[in-house]
Structure formats: structure tokens, C-alpha cells
């Protein structure tokens, strides 16, 4: 992906955010004010706030992600001949003064601590762990592969793969490792659904 499309097509999706939407909203109803249209602002402010106010209620943002999330069960038990575990990239914010678990974020924390779950229960697997540094001066992938390390896995295990931008370069990106070996992908429950078809759409069948 060329990476002027690759930065609009992260710019869009940070807009199409829940707070994103709220802020919009916001700097609308900052607008019409300016403009001297008391009525629009008061409309745009009150929508916003009800906005925010909705989407950080708990119980409405987990019936939203409920369809997403229920569709792939997590995994309690794991055929043996399975050889990688695939550990899709998050986020993080390198900082030398703050321990590695405060470095990783959240997702990215969960999702590393199910597959390094996953591969102590597999007897010869890989941990392939992925994600280029984007501003950040660090790779995602050497974060986590740091941070797995820490958490006790051997480095002869671990796959580190810093070129990925996203999941379909992810996707593409293992493909070459895999070579046709059956394997489990692992990633926020409500991202699986994507991420599968972008798998599948690369011959992947986890």
C-alpha cells in the first residue's frame, strides 16, 4: 500500500472513532456559535454530549461489540500438531522510565498474554509476534517480542516480523513462514471477525 493511502486510511479510521465523532460535534457546535446561530450550537453541543455520554456508558458499548465478539469463542483446548501462534499487532508508546507493562497497551497486552497462553500449551510451536514502530522509534513486534521474553518465552520461539503496517500486510507478511502449516491467529475478540476474512482472502485458514 502506497503510503499516502496507508496515512489516509489511518487518519479516516482515527475520525470514524467513537470520542473522534464527539469532538467533531463539538468543534461543529464551536462553529455555528461563531457564526452567531445560537440554535445549530446548541443542537451540535447537546448531540455531542449525548454522544460521549452514550458511548462511555459500559453496558451500550458492550451490546454494540457483542456481535463481534461472540462470533469466535476463545480457544480452551488446541490440537497438538498446531506449529505458529500468530499474535496480531496494537499499539504501544516506548518510554525507558515506565516498566514494559506500562509501555504496552492494552490490547496488545491481552492479546500477547493468549498466545504466549496458548503456546505453553503446545509441545514444538513458534510465536510470531508483528507491527512496524509507526511514530513510535520502537517496532510493535520488538515490544512484544521484549515483553514475551520477559514473561518467560525462549527467543529461539519467537518470530519477530517489524515490516507490517496493518492486518492484510500481516496477513501477506506470514504467509511466506507458514508454508501451508496449520496455525492459531489471535487478536481482540470484537477485530477477529476482520481479521479472518483478511486471512481467508489470503488463503489463511486458521
Known amino acids: 500500500m502506497a503510503p499516502i493511502l496507508f496515512i489516509l486510511k489511518k487518519i479516516i479510521s482515527m475520525l470514524l472513532m467513537p470520542l473522534s465523532i464527539g ?3 463539538i468543534l461543529i457546535a464551536i462553529y455555528f456559535l461563531y457564526k452567531k446561530n445560537l440554535k445549530m450550537s446548541k ?3 447537546i448531540s455531542s454530549l449525548l454522544w460521549i455520554a452514550v458511548m462511555s456508558y459500559t453496558p451500550f458499548s458492550e451490546l454494540l461489540l457483542s456481535p463481534l465478539e461472540s462470533q469466535y469463542p476463545a480457544l480452551q483446548e488446541f490440537p497438538k ?3 505458529y501462534v500468530i499474535v496480531l499487532g496494537a499499539g504501544h508508546t516506548t518510554n525507558e522510565e515506565l516498566p514494559m507493562t506500562s509501555q504496552m497497551g492494552r490490547p496488545a497486552m491481552f492479546r500477547l498474554a493468549e498466545g504466549i497462553r496458548i503456546l505453553r500449551q503446545l509441545d514444538d510451536a513458534k510465536l510470531i509476534v508483528c507491527g512496524y514502530s509507526g511514530l513510535d522509534p520502537t517496532p510493535h513486534a520488538l515490544m512484544q517480542k521484549k515483553m514475551a521474553l520477559l514473561l518467560g518465552v525462549r527467543e529461539e520461539q519467537i518470530i ?3 515490516a507490517p ?3 492484510r500486510e500481516e496477513a501477506i507478511d506470514v504467509k511466506s513462514i507458514l508454508n501451508n502449516q496449520d496455525f492459531i491467529l489471535v487478536t481482540s475478540a470484537s477485530h477477529m ?3 479472518m476474512e483478511i486471512f481467508n482472502g489470503e488463503g489463511l485458514y486458521p
Request: charged share 35%; proline share 6%.
Open 23 to 25: 469532538l467533531i460535534l
Open 43 to 45: 443542537i451540535f453541543m
Open 81 to 83: 500438531d498446531i506449529r
Open 160 to 162: 519477530a516480523r517489524y
Open 165 to 167: 503496517k496493518d492486518t
Open 193 to 195: 471477525p476482520r481479521a
